[in-house]
């Protein structure tokens, strides 16, 4: 049994409100919950627990970065999180990406969104710590170190896009100058879903059903 004194301590504010608003505050606060979870399912958030790409063109302000990727040479090895999370441990890399995450979601709910989205100091520090990681032969080449000036300076003292500007995104570009990705995103697009138009579908299976008949 606790001691009155600790009882009147732990109860002396007590969070259930007195009888008469009992009913506004039980009203108030499932709105607060259901709006919480109508929030959750409207964005998806779910999908960002994934490494899958398409989670980040979610919200649309990432259509450049997203399309400059899957023309690039990274598709095929890397996807966003390889890059630019952290991936020395899973709590550490999930808590960069709720952090990273929660500041994408308030410049974009604010449409503070710069018209060139440019890395901060700690995704930069991200993403050349993953960069060594996944070419440190390349990085830590002992066969070079010996006829290259400065070789290790000019792989460590810098970032390696200073040198690589176009891996993987490209040149830089304004959310303005890359088109609208045409790729079904399949967080809001049906299964039964095609970029082909229902017309020209037809005409192809008729062409394909003419030719098989001759």
Same mark, same amino acid.
């Given at each position: 049994?606790?001691?009155?004194?600790?009882?009147?301590?732990l109860?002396k504010?007590?969070?259930?409100?007195?009888?008469?608003?009992?009913?506004?505050?039980?009203?108030?606060?499932?709105?607060?919950?259901?709006?919480?979870?109508f929030l959750?399912?409207?964005s998806n958030a779910s999908?960002?627990?994934?490494?899958?790409?398409?989670?980040?063109?979610?919200?649309?302000i990432?259509?450049p970065q997203?399309?400059?990727?899957?023309?690039?040479?990274h598709?095929?090895?890397?996807n966003?999180n390889?890059?630019?999370?952290p991936?020395?441990?899973?709590f550490?890399?999930?808590?960069?990406?709720?952090k990273?995450?929660m500041?994408?979601?308030?410049?974009?709910?604010?449409?503070a969104?710069? &018209?060139?989205i @440019?890395?901060?100091? /700690?995704s930069v520090e991200?993403?050349?710590n993953?960069?060594? *990681?996944?070419?440190? !032969?390349?990085?830590?080449?002992a066969?070079?170190?010996?006829?290259v000036v400065?070789h290790?300076?000019?792989?460590?003292?810098?970032t390696?896009?200073?040198?690589?500007?176009?891996?993987?995104h490209?040149k830089?570009?304004?959310?303005?100058?890359?088109?609208?990705?045409? &790729?079904?995103? @399949?967080?809001?697009t /049906?299964?039964?879903?095609?970029?082909?138009?229902?017309w020209? *579908?037809?005409?192809m !299976?008729?062409?394909?059903?003419?030719?098989?008949?001759k």
């Amino acid at each position: 049994m606790l001691p009155s004194r600790h009882k009147r301590f732990l109860f002396k504010y007590s969070l259930i409100p007195p009888k008469k608003w009992r009913s506004v505050a039980t009203f108030f606060v499932a709105i607060i919950v259901g709006m919480g979870l109508f929030l959750i399912d409207f964005s998806n958030a779910s999908s960002y627990l994934s490494d899958d790409p398409q989670a980040c063109v979610n919200c649309h302000i990432m259509q450049p970065q997203y399309i400059t990727w899957t023309h690039s040479s990274h598709r095929e090895v890397a996807n966003c999180n390889a890059c630019h999370v952290p991936q020395g441990n899973v709590f550490n890399k999930y808590f960069f990406k709720a952090k990273d995450g929660m500041n994408h979601a308030s410049i974009f709910t604010a449409r503070a969104e710069a &018209e060139v989205i @440019r890395a901060l100091p /700690p995704s930069v520090e991200v993403i050349q710590n993953n960069c060594i *990681r996944c070419h440190q !032969d390349q990085v830590t080449d002992a066969k070079l170190a010996s006829f290259v000036v400065d070789h290790v300076q000019n792989r460590t003292d810098r970032t390696c896009w200073e040198c690589h500007r176009d891996v993987p995104h490209g040149k830089v570009r304004s959310l303005s100058a890359v088109g609208a990705q045409i &790729e079904p995103i @399949r967080e809001y697009t /049906p299964e039964d879903y095609s970029v082909v138009p229902k017309w020209l *579908r037809q005409s192809m !299976d008729e062409i394909s059903t003419h030719d098989e008949k001759k």
